[in-house]
């Protein structure tokens, strides 16, 4: 049983949180660190496709998530060069799952309900303003030194988990590499008061174009909506923030009032780490592995990192397997974002911003062929489950691994570069 387990969980974004909170509630004491002084409100994730709405589900969690934004079945891409509008409707496969329909709200919202949730739980802790100093693995447990305004101290559990984002303090510290590129172009995040939904918007949309391209999405039952889209990198931020009404205006209707609620910039990646384990610390989340936020691979592989953790440690406590589990973990999950992840998020990318007339022109055929025939389109939907981790068996190391044995490590490499990605500079951590 898990009880007398101790666990410490570095980060307290979605990833942290979920993990922490499905420990906390099979009876590990878990205590969650963070150097900020309370969950980070800024744009990031708020789309939560139908395969995270199955892991909140599975941890209990789904139902009070409900209660905090709307759910959408629609989805659509508009190819602004033609005029062509492509639309998907998750209720297509209502008859293959009962995980059809998507949520909207912040993933700051949904770390403060995982937080309450988790703090009720007995043995749970929450220690915010705190850095980790350093990490000292022993046979039988991890120390981790933090520090908060107290000055520095020493905290002991049998595991320590990093889901400190793609700045992982965890993963540098356990001499892990970050293998991968940086994009050139800067994101713009905005929050917006309109309703998209009155002028032919879905709850989820695409625009793609290979200047004025973005993502445009519902955030919350209150008609705020998020438009995200490209900026230069050698702005600085003052220019961008100056240039965001002109930005806007390309996809709101002309004359079209609305309110500013905030904006925020950052650089995206596409990286994984070298190992997702070493020892008695594992790395899940955006510090294992960080990609580009058009389509929503990264949040929606974090959290099939945390629910993946969960039963992995699960199984640990209650002997259904040895600790060899937790590199089962560390193979699947590092495996799923090379595989699938990351060269989706790089296609979803590609697709969007796309310069090239003629790739582009094919872009649009396929993906119009796609949404008018049911049976391709069922098939693209369910995909999206595909994040999910195989099953765990005991012989893993050869009944999986063997799986994927014709593919070397060279061809999987090249699933983080990206096709005509390869151009770009790569690096073994974030410059």
Same mark, same amino acid.
């Given at each position: 049983m898990a009880?007398g387990?101790? *666990? *410490?969980? %570095?980060?307290?974004?979605?990833?942290?949180?979920?993990?922490?909170?499905?420990?906390?509630?099979?009876?590990?004491?878990?205590?969650?660190?963070?150097?900020?002084?309370?969950?980070?409100?800024?744009?990031?994730a708020?789309? /939560?496709?139908?395969?995270?709405?199955?892991a909140?589900?599975? %941890?209990?969690?789904?139902?009070?998530?409900k209660?905090?934004?709307p759910?959408?079945?629609?989805y659509?891409?508009y190819?602004?060069?033609?005029g062509?509008?492509?639309?998907?409707d998750?209720?297509?496969?209502?008859?293959?799952t009962?995980?059809h /329909?998507?949520?909207?709200f912040?993933?700051?919202?949904?770390?403060?309900? %995982?937080?309450?949730?988790f703090?009720?739980?007995?043995?749970?802790?929450?220690?915010w303003?705190?850095?980790?100093e350093?990490?000292e693995? +022993?046979?039988?447990?991890?120390?981790?030194?933090?520090?908060?305004?107290?000055?520095?101290?020493?905290?002991?559990?049998?595991?320590?988990i990093g889901?400190?984002?793609?700045r992982?303090?965890?993963?540098?510290?356990m $001499?892990?590499?970050f293998?991968?590129?940086t994009?050139?172009?800067?994101?713009m995040?905005?929050?917006i008061?309109?309703?998209?939904s009155? +002028?032919?918007y879905?709850?989820s949309?695409?625009?793609s174009?290979p200047?004025?391209?973005?993502?445009?999405a519902?955030?919350?039952?209150?008609?705020?909506?998020?438009?995200a889209?490209?900026?230069?990198?050698?702005a600085?931020?003052?220019?961008?923030?100056?240039?965001?009404?002109?930005?806007?205006? +390309?996809?709101?209707?002309? $004359?079209?009032?609305?309110?500013l609620?905030?904006?925020?910039? /950052?650089r995206?990646?596409?990286?994984?780490?070298?190992?997702?384990?070493?020892?008695?610390?594992?790395?899940?989340?955006d510090?294992a592995?960080?990609?580009?936020?058009? $389509?929503?691979?990264?949040?929606?592989?974090?959290?099939?990192?945390?629910?993946?953790?969960?039963?992995?440690?699960?199984?640990?406590?209650?002997?259904?397997a040895?600790?060899d589990?937790?590199d089962w973990?560390?193979?699947e999950?590092?495996r799923?974002?090379?595989?699938?992840?990351n060269?989706t998020?790089i296609?979803?990318?590609?697709r969007?911003?796309?310069?090239?007339?003629?790739?582009?022109?094919?872009d649009?055929?396929?993906?119009? /062929?796609?949404?008018?025939?049911?049976? *391709?389109?069922?098939?693209?939907?369910?995909? *999206?489950f595909?994040?999910?981790?195989r099953?765990?068996?005991?012989?893993?190391?050869?009944?999986?691994?063997?799986?994927?044995?014709?593919?070397?490590?060279?061809?999987k490499q090249?699933a983080?570069v990206?096709?005509?990605?390869?151009?770009?500079? +790569?690096?073994?951590?974030?410059?």
């Amino acid at each position: 049983m898990a009880a007398g387990k101790r *666990i *410490i969980i %570095i980060g307290a974004g979605p990833a942290g949180l979920v993990t922490a909170f499905g420990l906390a509630q099979r009876g590990a004491q878990v205590t969650v660190i963070d150097r900020e002084p309370k969950v980070v409100d800024s744009p990031r994730a708020m789309v /939560y496709l139908p395969s995270t709405v199955k892991a909140l589900d599975k %941890i209990g969690l789904l139902e009070t998530a409900k209660k905090l934004g709307p759910e959408s079945y629609d989805y659509q891409c508009y190819f602004a060069q033609s005029g062509n509008v492509g639309r998907m409707d998750h209720r297509l496969v209502e008859d293959l799952t009962p995980y059809h /329909y998507i949520l909207h709200f912040g993933q700051d919202e949904l770390a403060k309900m %995982i937080l309450r949730r988790f703090l009720a739980l007995p043995g749970s802790e929450m220690l915010w303003s705190t850095t980790l100093e350093s990490i000292e693995q +022993h046979d039988d447990r991890v120390i981790a030194s933090i520090r908060d305004n107290d000055g520095e101290r020493q905290l002991e559990a049998d595991w320590l988990i990093g889901a400190d984002g793609a700045r992982s303090t965890v993963r540098k510290l356990m $001499g892990a590499s970050f293998d991968g590129f940086t994009w050139p172009d800067t994101f713009m995040a905005t929050n917006i008061f309109f309703d998209f939904s009155k +002028h032919g918007y879905a709850a989820s949309n695409m625009i793609s174009d290979p200047i004025n391209w973005a993502v445009i999405a519902r955030v919350n039952n209150d008609n705020l909506w998020r438009v995200a889209y490209g900026e230069d990198s050698n702005a600085s931020d003052e220019e961008r923030l100056a240039r965001v009404d002109k930005r806007l205006r +390309h996809w709101l209707p002309e $004359g079209a009032e609305y309110r500013l609620e905030r904006a925020n910039s /950052y650089r995206v990646h596409q990286r994984a780490a070298s190992t997702f384990r070493v020892g008695r610390v594992l790395l899940a989340g955006d510090a294992a592995h960080a990609t580009n936020p058009i $389509g929503g691979m990264g949040f929606t592989s974090g959290v099939q990192d945390a629910v993946t953790l969960i039963d992995c440690f699960e199984k640990l406590f209650n002997g259904q397997a040895e600790n060899d589990v937790l590199d089962w973990y560390a193979y699947e999950r590092r495996r799923i974002f090379l595989e699938i992840a990351n060269p989706t998020a790089i296609e979803f990318k590609r697709r969007t911003q796309e310069a090239d007339p003629e790739k582009r022109a094919e872009d649009e055929r396929n993906f119009l /062929y796609m949404v008018d025939n049911p049976e *391709i389109l069922r098939g693209a939907l369910m995909s *999206i489950f595909g994040l999910e981790s195989r099953p765990y068996q005991a012989d893993w190391q050869t009944s999986l691994v063997k799986q994927d044995q014709e593919r070397s490590e060279t061809d999987k490499q090249k699933a983080l570069v990206g096709g005509t990605t390869s151009t770009l500079h +790569h690096t073994s951590e974030i410059e």
